[in-house]
């Protein structure tokens, strides 16, 4: 294989050779983390992180490396085309980059190239989001129906992307809408046996209660929390979302009191970051399917990424549990 | 009204004329309580707490007291008819007994006197019991059905009669039974949304994991733990007759072990008494439809005994807040 | 004294002869809580608890009393004027009344009455405002002596009398006032102390950290949490205050996100019922004036009600210990 | 009976009337609690607790009752003799006292008396001393014998009497001691099993642990924590006590360092308020050979005051479950 | 040293000269995690991490590799002899293997080669099986000590070998039966102490209590808890593997059940793995005896294991503190 | 450059090339951690840990090295030159060392080294301690004044330089001085506010509340706990310290108890480790100014520290958040 022009590996590729003799590689990585640093002769140089949805991994680009210009000016969250030598001694893998260049936004549009970059749901992004708003169609009151209409015609691009958590559970692109849309289904089986709770309110709530989550993470190819995500946190965000929408879609005073309710109260406990505790019939069923979707999504990753014929998986966060795998015998 | 025949008057009845005059009742009660006590000139007395669904009064019957003899004798849980005054000065209501007696096993048939006696689910009894019935019946795998049959043939009694708590969720007559069958639609209508979950273990796993309690609580009038539930909990007994009768049913030892674990881990956290934690998709499920439907049951049971016209109950128990009960306006 | 025109007591008063043969007695007091009860002859009666700055008792009113008409239709927080005998046997407190009748708002104008009715701040409510609107003034930038003003405009009138707790600190009327005037001065004195703290910033962020218990304790005349306390909390309550306050005062968007992170976070800890954690140095900073403050009003309080002669208080509430209230000797 | 000489009755004596009607009575008791009340005629009256070892009962004292004069003057913990007639309506017991005289300290030397009056420990208190005593002078370094000398010099007096706690364990008078007692039994019995431990230090500090408990509780009939109890607590008292006597006994500073060091960790965890976590062998073996007894102490005064004939106790403070005291059959 | 035939050396020797120059040795290692992995040339590779009781050493060992054959097959928990050279770089160890055998378990039967692959109990394994023995055939009772030696017919095997826990305490080879040992020891030199406690049941439950940790934790050189331990838990495996022993030993249901709650509650806390608290004597004397022997245990091993010349250990787990280490002076 | 003479190097600048080639260095550093190992040649060699106030880099010395002789029989805490190579590969730094003295006391007077070579507190040492000085003057009692005089002639040198923590807050040199003398600013501002606060006691309090961490931690150039900090902890060391003090002042026992609790207490809670909670006016007012002034040094030390340019810092050990570090727009 000529030097020059490389197939594009992954940093599960990378990584692979952990310990073998330097080769040399090409690949599309996100630019997660880049720090200016000054070497003690005052030379300044960068370290950089950078992932896709394999994996991630550190290197050190010195100034008179051909790929510091282009790095150097770089945003984090920037797609970039790589060359190098892996560079890889006793087993920890320390690339040397050779080459490197930002690849512009509108080359990136093909969803295959972002599939790789970053863990995605495993339910497609589009039939999800047609099935969110059937849900929002399907609300019986039109002022709600316009709430959720107008929240997604402010934070809806994002919404259908984002995580729905960094860590914890569905924290992979448009894992929050699919949270979300599990969700629904679940209220939808859930709601004929539960009369006390008003089903409109509820699916409202629903679509709604993690809506901040599309203001707190920044960034389409990372999960970090912005500032606005610091300092109000995503319960915060999303009542003042629905509060806005509600006003403007005219939804009378009680019903968006309660709304509101929902959504400051979804987290379950104060220590969790509810902003106070359920206190209607609604409110408490939200709660409650949330936190049963919210750990059934952590199940299901589990078994996605468990290692193929191993029984149990390793300790799952949040389960505090390794997870058993193999399905019942036939 | 004579003294001698009045109606019978329950306890709320005699409660709401606390303060009022001394006036003569009568009334059909269980004996909660009873202790002999023996007072300064040597001759005992009894402390006794008489209830019925709408509540509990104390009262000291000496032994020159014309209801001493029926009382000195009767069994904690008896049913007695009792006749006296109402004796109530300051607003502390202590009747003073007259006559009493203990109403035979066989007069208690009638399902409207053991309907006024103690609180009871809302749902009639019979018909929880038949769909528990056909729950059961529907399970594909017939060891597991037969599974399900040989503990109802073990516990069933008990089983369709006990609270599911004693005092947080479902706590009253046919509450066990009642939950079950509602987690159970719950996961009727969950299942086809997580395929992961093998829907035979986890319906099995939901008609039984609580049946533990059927041996838990003793008595048929009350909820108390008897010494079994002290020395074992109602887990470890659920854990011992499921497999009794996983056994009996020659049931394969993997789900055998499966169903074990649905029961040892479905309270969801050691310190709320779970053996151990949840680690397979089922039994992160049953725990998670378990939350849902108990927080449901103290939601349902606060909207039944809420008082007309309040915007919001007093703290609920389990909730840490205040039920609004008021629905959303039309 | 003639039996009809008896000076006016206290419940302190009227408990200090507990034990003692019933005498008469006329009070002015409020009217806590009432609640209509069925006796068993199908007539009403009326619970109902009365108190004052001295403390509460509960009584029993019958429809044939002279004093049901009034107060069958008085409203929870009413001021009554009630005459009767204290009826108290064996120690406890069982007045009856004979006389009864609602004191209209207009005659409540003095001050008097109202002090006696309920517990107050032992400073002056008028000096304290205008303590308050000075220290509002003083704020350099213009835009935030708008937003503070706003918010007062809102709610200043229940501001001004509300409790700054319902149990722990600073609970009687004009405890709110009171203690966010004792943390204005306490920044005041800290701020030069602490470069780092944007003086302006903190300072509009103590003003209003608690404004939302305007709105969450409704009535004036007791500490109960309204429909919107319950359902919000005073947290979102000040926050949604003061965000609504900054945009018409046209504070920058810079500012108002800060001074409604001051809000969100002041509470020090989530299971304390912050909404996020303090990420600035004035969050930081209120946070900590705030639990000063609050720890000092305790002591303070405790210190007033002491009872004279013992070197130590009962246990006080958010201290877990006994007060030591005997100064250092001279 | 005539009125006049009625044999001496107890609390429970009391109780076991409730219910029936007056009759007279004379009692020795302690007087427990005195509060000094202005009626609202202005005259003062008194509420006093009265108790002996079975229990407790309050009263209220007027100023025109013969037993006025002598309760007024009397310390709270001083032993009363009172005559009065027992008044229980609504088996609520609330005697009426017609004479009252304080008991001279002199006259309370048989220990009959006060072994009515106060929970004291089953061994016998002069025989668990001299076993004390034979514990300290067993040890082997002449200055650890010294160190234990010296510090009962300073509060054996206090030591011998004090309880082990005032609800959890050993609370009772001569707890104290018995606890030091068993725990040094445990340690003789253990220590060949862990050769690591010293035996000397460990058992000298076994002697001391709780030391500074005699200083902490104030009152030989009554388990009040005084001044210094409150403000420094018992496990510095005993530190300061111990730290004292070792100087004094000329203990090198190393021994005297970790006999410290035992008594600032005894207590286990910080939250239960050691000072320290233990960190020598000594101070983990005395820490849990602690444990270990105390909870062995609440099994055993449950034991002794478990009602016969019943399976179960009530839940017992400290175990947080019923304890069974039914034997296994033989 | 010619290079084919260097002496055995221990993960510690190889270790000792991280950051010197590679060099060859040869090593007898248990085999303690294997993965297959593939390299970006689609050829496979294996990482492995290689184990004695002086240590863990990872590497990566290649297709090409001389080893790689022999190690691909080989299970989990295996013992192989490995030859290759150092290979540290800056002082962080990867060795290059350049040869590799499995040794066949017959070759292991010498206890001095497993003893040095795992930490063992210091006591002799022979030597603590025949004490547990002695303690069994001690309990008064033939149906208990049937009941023990049932247990020990079903597991003993792996009882005599298994660790007591896998981090926290006598967590090495033989380590269950020492603290078994160790625990009988101390309760027959408590029992006396402690007349209420049942020295039969008490005896048994301890020989007992642990027995299910035979069975949780799978495989002889290692510690890894398998799909029963996972899904189960020791305590339940115990309370299984004794209920199953009495039944067959015709114990009385009495001593049964009680037999059965020491077990399932020594863990001492809910939180802490027990399935229920103790609420027998038997029950609250093991659980105490266990968490005093657990600590002591971790006593023990810290100072084995202390560094020399050293006041102090590093922090121990479990103590939560640094041990001082150094003996009082004589 | 001559490699001879080389310009010294901080931690920093030998980190910032850390991927660069090898180059020569010279560096004036702190000895933090040395370690003797032996290889499996039975030759000994030293693991040491090198480090300065901008960080720490580990290094292995074999026995042929010039640098071994002179670091073997260093002492910890000691200051050495040192010469060597930096010999960094993939990114870690592993300085091979070629030479090695240690430098005498005598020669590290000039503020100037010891400034380097650990983190400092911002503000002069020698105006802390002036203006620390004078609050003690000012304290109006002499008994007070002097009791502070003999704590800091007894441990005055070491409070000069101590931290006040290890890792928490003002965790650098003169650390400890500074957090006390912030809080004597802070209180002398706060104390007219607090007029209940007794102002001598509370300022001589804040004087010494921290004291024994002057005897807690060991070493001028390094916060490692003593055994006297591990076995007694800074809060009962700083009783001690200043029990002893006071009764040489002959401060009353009445304050000197007072003052004594003020420092029992100062931790605020039991599990922080506090002996006591505060029960008078000074001690909660102690420990709340305690706790504002450590969380503000939090944020001062997060802000000196803050990466250029970015708006958050990394989440700050004790505020468990990001710091927002950018002040508002002018």
Not at 49 to 56: F, I, Y
Not at 139 to 167: C, H, I, K, Q, Y
Not at 174 to 191: Q, S
Not at 218 to 244: F, P
């Amino acid at each position: 294989m000529p030097e020059s022009t490389p197939a594009l590996s992954s940093v599960r590729d990378l990584r692979s050779g952990e310990g073998a003799s330097a080769r040399p590689f090409a690949s599309l990585l996100v630019l997660r983390k880049r720090t200016v640093r000054t070497a003690s002769n005052g030379n300044p140089y960068l370290g950089v992180e950078l992932g896709d949805k394999t994996g991630s991994v550190g290197c050190t680009v010195f100034s008179d490396s051909p790929a510091y210009e282009a790095l150097k000016d770089a945003e984090e969250g920037a797609v970039v085309r790589v060359e190098g030598r892996t560079e890889t001694y006793q087993g920890r893998l320390s690339p040397k980059l050779t080459k490197a260049s930002v690849v512009p936004a509108a080359e990136l549009a093909g969803a295959d190239v972002v599939a790789n970059l970053v863990e995605t749901a495993p339910e497609d992004g589009e039939a999800l989001w047609r099935e969110f708003l059937g849900f929002a169609e399907a609300l019986a009151l039109p002022e709600l129906r316009a709430t959720v209409r107008n929240v997604m015609d402010d934070v809806g691009e994002a919404f259908r992307t984002a995580p729905a958590a960094s860590v914890m559970h569905h924290a992979y692109r448009h894992g929050l809408l699919e949270h979300t849309v599990h969700m629904a289904r679940a209220a939808r089986a859930l709601l004929p046996l539960y009369p006390e709770v008003d089903p409109d309110l509820a699916m409202a709530g629903i679509l709604l209660h993690d809506c901040g989550k599309a203001v707190e993470y920044e960034g389409t190819l990372a999960a970090r929390r912005g500032r606005r995500g610091i300092l109000q946190g995503h319960v915060i965000l999303g009542y003042q979302l629905a509060r806005k929408a509600a006003l403007k879609a005219r939804l009378d005073a009680d019903r968006t009191e309660r709304l509101e309710h929902v959504i400051l109260s979804h987290q379950g406990k104060l220590e969790w970051g509810a902003a106070v505790l359920a206190a209607t019939p609604e409110a408490v069923f939200v709660s409650k399917v949330d936190e049963l979707d919210a750990k059934m999504g952590m199940v299901q990753r589990a078994l996605r990424t468990a290692p193929e014929g191993e029984e149990f998986t390793e300790r799952v966060l949040g389960l505090d549990m390794p997870l058993f795998v193999k399905p019942p015998q036939a």
